[in-house]
């Protein structure tokens, strides 16, 4: 025994090799965090000092090699100078390349997923094995950082700057064979067969059958790129990521530059450039709100998965409805592997629902993703019907049949005699109460709302909406199913809009007033996109549809009557209800506030109507002038007071659920965090004092509630401020 951690040993055998051995004792998975780095410093230590040592394997005993740093160290580290995190990245640097140094030759063997400095670490070996089922990458940039650990200095020398490019600012988990044809590893085999290999490799490397000290003079030296390779490089990557990452993404820009500044050094000045620029990175708010948002999405993926570990199983479902929902839900379920009826009244809408299938499954076909095998499997997963044959062996159904609340009491009840007792049954309605729903059901209890987002097989959220007398065990079993699919499920309760579309609403009923006083359509539309939105609130509502938005408008204003219900000052008409009487409805029928014409690929394609404009124009009252700041006030202000409201009522158990939900649900800019992030970083008080402002002129919408006042007042947050810890 050379070396015994808490979380790594290091074990010299008969034959002199040493074996390195990740194991975090208490833990599903290996980090690095700074007490295993701090362990890993030792290990090296004692290696160093032993005697005979022949070579050097590192390996893991969990599934995984190792994940990446600890994310949950960084929002404290991070708060810290651009000083500190430069010395501890440069000492970090130090270990690494001990490891490189070190007198005898060094081989990863890669059993599993090895990200961040997890791959980091592999690329200080002189060699390279993988587990053909393990995944290998740098995925730094999207948390707004970059590899600090030698990951923009070794990957580049190892597979050439365009590769290297690639991988980092792309933050791509790398499949074996991708791996192997750049020459980020040596050789890709079996699981079983990883240790044979690694240690054949540094049996060949002690006999000078492999030369692992031009792999480590490789790896130490400037890259080599005459002038004109280095601008195709860099200044083609450049534009092409600044395009892909948009403006408010930094990280893969300046990865790109960190490796074309080093690309003349040798390794320790090369190193040095990327500890600053990681530490610059690391105090961006950009890079603040993504970790957060890492954070969030693991805190949502862990209740989802305590939920389903409670499930029965989830082996068959059938669906009810096989338009545009029913259709997605039945090919996502097949794609991912559960069987599932497809029910209509209509045979030509199976057959839309079947031929939606084939083209989605065709387009993985085309991708690489499936063969022509599981194709074909996943097709056959799907079962259309006109009849209600079949159904006694169903775990779980998703109505999503037209949105009327006469039909679907009536679906609902005929389905639900026709079930097992323990079976689940859910809806996918938009905007009728659960409740409502459930009261005509024998079985309440076994009701719940399974709210998709469409396109279904495109967004990643799942409302699971729990009824008043719904049981644990019909979440359970809906939450189980949403993760079958893919999907991320998000618990919440019931209650009008529920919590994604009672949040959206009060956002379009701000763009409403913003038109009624004289606000461009158009210019606010680019405003938002500015802020980070994936399309404007105009460009939204055409794609929502003029006809549901005006229906869930209703909905919403009839259940907070207070706030919601809007009375248009100029002749009582919205410019989304005007465009909705003069049967624009949006993407769906090529008109709405935008003209659609289709583009080379059919593609609808948006164009600005006069006569768009000219119909809004009759929504105008008065002639406001606003500065970028005020739209973006006046628009996110609403969306953000109802998810303080969702909270506070306890539709959504935690500001970290409501914020990926939105995220998730409606393209909510990942990089401010999501309204609740959002709030935390103008700070609540500035927040409180805008709303207030604009609560005097324009009303309730705007309000804060008594309860956001008082944490204004103390000081609170919806997150911890780490500001002040670990410090
Ligand atoms: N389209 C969206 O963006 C969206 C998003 C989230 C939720 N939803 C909800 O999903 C549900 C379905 O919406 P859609 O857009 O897919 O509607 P759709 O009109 O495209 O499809 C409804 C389908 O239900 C079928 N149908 C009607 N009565 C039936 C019955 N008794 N048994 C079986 N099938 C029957 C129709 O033939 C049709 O094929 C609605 O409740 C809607 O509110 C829609």
Same mark, same amino acid.
């Given at each position: ?43 090296? &230590? +004692?290696?160093?000092?032993? /005697?005979?040592?022949? *070579?050097?394997? #590192? $390996?893991? !005993?969990? @599934? ?43 081989? &990863? +063997?890669?059993?599993?997923? /090895?990200?961040?400095? *997890?791959?980091? #670490? $592999?690329? !200080?070996? @002189? ?59 040596? !050789? ?540």
């Amino acid at each position: 025994m050379i070396y015994q951690g808490n979380a790594i040993t290091v074990v010299q055998r008969d034959d002199g090799i040493a074996m390195l051995t990740f194991d975090a004792q208490d833990e599903s998975v290996n980090t690095l965090s700074s007490k295993m780095i701090e362990e890993f410093e030792a290990a090296l &230590a +004692a290696l160093g000092e032993a /005697a005979n040592v022949k *070579g050097l394997v #590192i $390996t893991s !005993a969990k @599934d995984a090699f190792i994940v990446g740093a600890d994310i949950t160290e960084f929002h404290g580290m991070f708060r810290r100078d651009e000083d500190f995190l430069v010395d501890m990245n440069t000492r970090v640097h130090g270990i690494f390349n001990t490891l490189e140094d070190l007198p005898f030759p060094s081989v &990863a +063997a890669i059993n599993g997923l /090895a990200l961040g400095g *997890g791959c980091e #670490i $592999t690329l !200080a070996c @002189d060699f390279r094995v993988m587990s053909d089922s393990a995944k290998l990458g740098l995925p730094e940039t999207k948390l707004g950082i970059l590899p600090g650990w030698g990951g923009c200095v070794r990957l580049p020398r190892l597979i050439g700057a365009d590769n290297a490019i690639e991988w980092i600012s792309g933050g791509t988990e790398n499949r074996a064979d991708a791996a192997l044809k750049v020459g980020a590893v040596d !050789a890709v085999v079996s699981g079983d067969a990883l240790e044979a290999a690694a240690l054949d490799i540094l049996g060949r490397a002690n006999a000078g059958e492999l030369d692992h000290q031009a792999r480590r003079s490789v790896k130490q030296s400037p890259l080599m790129l005459n002038a004109i390779e280095q601008m195709m490089v860099f200044e083609t990557a450049k534009g092409y990521v600044a395009g892909k990452a948009g403006p408010h993404y930094p990280a893969p820009i300046e990865a790109i530059k960190v490796i074309q500044k080093g690309a003349g050094e040798g390794r320790e000045r090369a190193q040095a450039i990327e500890a600053k620029a990681f530490a610059k990175l690391a105090k961006t708010d950009v890079c603040y709100h993504l970790v957060g948002l890492f954070l969030s999405d693991q805190l949502v993926k862990k209740k989802g998965k305590q939920y389903a570990n409670q499930a029965a199983a989830v082996n068959k479902t059938a669906v009810l409805g096989a338009g545009i929902m029913g259709g997605g839900i039945a090919y996502q379920s097949a794609y991912k592997g559960t069987p599932i009826l497809m029910k209509d009244i209509k045979e030509e809408a199976l057959q839309l629902g079947l031929q939606e299938a084939r083209k989605l499954l065709g387009k993985q076909l085309e991708r690489g993703r499936l063969s022509s095998d599981q194709v074909a499997e996943a097709l056959s997963n799907i079962r259309p019907t006109l009849s209600y044959g079949d159904f006694g062996d169903v775990d779980l159904v998703v109505e999503a049949v037209v949105e009327n609340p006469k039909v679907k009491e009536a679906v609902l009840a005929e389905v639900e005699g026709l079930l097992d007792d323990n079976a689940t049954l859910t809806s996918n309605t938009s905007t009728i109460s659960i409740d409502r729903l459930a009261a005509n059901l024998k079985r309440p209890e076994n009701f719940c709302g399974m709210h998709f987002f469409n396109p279904v097989h495109r967004m990643p959220l799942v409302e699971v909406i729990r009824g008043e007398k719904t049981s644990d065990a019909a979440v359970a079993a809906t939450v189980a199913y949403a993760r079958q699919m893919g999907k991320t499920p998000v618990v919440v309760n019931d209650c009008p809009g529920f919590l994604v579309n009672r949040v959206l609403f009060p956002y379009f009923g701000g763009f409403s007033l913003l038109v009624e006083q004289g606000a461009d359509f158009e210019r606010v539309d680019k405003v938002m996109e500015k802020f980070g939105w994936p399309m404007g609130p105009a460009y939204l509502l055409d794609v929502v549809g003029m006809d549901t938005a005006v229906h869930a408008q209703a909905v919403m204003a009839e259940g907070f009557p207070d706030r919601m219900a809007q009375e248009a000052k100029n002749g009582g008409k919205t410019a989304i209800q005007r465009m909705y009487d003069e049967d624009r409805l949006g993407q769906k029928n090529g008109k709405g506030f935008y003209r659609y014409e289709e583009d080379k690929k059919g593609k609808p394609k948006k164009v600005s109507d006069e006569q768009a404009h000219a119909l809004v124009e009759e929504a105008v009252d008065t002639r406001g002038e606003f500065s970028d700041d005020d739209i973006i006030a006046r628009m996110m202000v609403p969306l953000c007071m109802e998810a303080v409201r969702c909270l506070e009522d306890g539709i959504v158990a935690t500001p970290a659920e409501a914020d990926m939900a939105l995220i998730y649900g409606i393209g909510f800019p990942p990089f401010r965090g999501g309204a609740l992030h959002y709030i935390d970083a103008l700070g609540v008080e500035t927040f409180v004092a805008q709303a207030e402002t604009l609560a005097e002129e324009l009303g309730p919408l705007y309000r804060p509630t008594e309860r956001l006042r008082d944490m204004a007042a103390k000081g609170e947050r919806f997150y911890p401020d780490t500001s002040e810890s670990d410090q």
